[in-house]
Structure formats: C-alpha cells, structure tokens
C-alpha cells in the first residue's frame, strides 16, 4: 500500500466507527482520531512519509513488529502502547482497518463501562 492510500484508507475507515470524531490539537498537519475524548488514531507525516500511529495490546506490538517490516513503534509515542504503520507493500486494506478497529478497542475497553454500553454497539 502506498501512502497516498494508506492515509486515504486509515481516515475514511476511522470515522466509520462509532462515535469517532477527529480534530487537530497539534496543528493542521496531524489528523488526531478520538473516541470520547481519547485519542485512538494520528495520521501524519513523517519525513516526507504517509504514517498512522494507532494504539495496540502490548503483546501484540512485537508480534506486528515482528511479523510485518512496515509496522515499527510509535513514532513520537509511548513505544510500548503505540505503533507506527508505515506504507508497504505487506500492509493491506483489511490488515490496516483490522489493527484501526483494535486501537478503537483498545480505548472504548478503557473507558467507563457505562460509557462503553454506549459506545460500543451490541
């Protein structure tokens, strides 16, 4: 996937998922993805280079590391909780939404379970 398509997938999929919303806090040239209120999602430019900083299960940032070359750690974020999806051709559309959907997860799991009732359709 290339940049131009990896920014273009990661914002038009990130705003299908409830309650997403996004806003610029940074500055214009960070798009900052929100699910009340947290930040679940940035799609920027690094460099020159289309990135999406999404969050993740720690577990599961070394084995995405590990397996695909175009995912590294979170750029400018807390390595652990963060990754960094870079253009590549091993990142494909459903790998992409799949891992926008778990970093959503990751963030409504941490919410009050009163707001995540609803938040989260059942």
Not at 66 to 88: D, E, L, Q, T
Not at 94 to 101: F, K, M, N, P, Y
Not at 109 to 115: A, C
């Amino acid at each position: 996937m290339d940049g131009k398509t990896l920014h273009a997938q990661a914002h038009e999929f990130a705003l299908t998922l409830p309650f997403s919303e996004i806003y610029w806090p940074f500055g214009p040239e960070y798009d900052v993805f929100t699910v009340e209120g947290k930040i679940f999602m940035i799609k920027t430019f690094l460099r020159g280079e289309a990135i999406v900083n999404l969050k993740v299960n720690p577990e599961l940032s070394l084995l995405h590391q590990a397996i695909y070359p175009s995912i590294k750690p979170g750029y400018h974020m807390n390595k652990k909780h963060w990754i960094s999806v870079y253009p590549g051709e091993e990142i494909t559309v459903d790998l992409l939404h799949g891992l926008i959907e778990d970093s959503w997860n990751q963030v409504v799991n941490k919410l009050p379970k009163r707001v995540q009732n609803r938040v989260r359709p059942t």
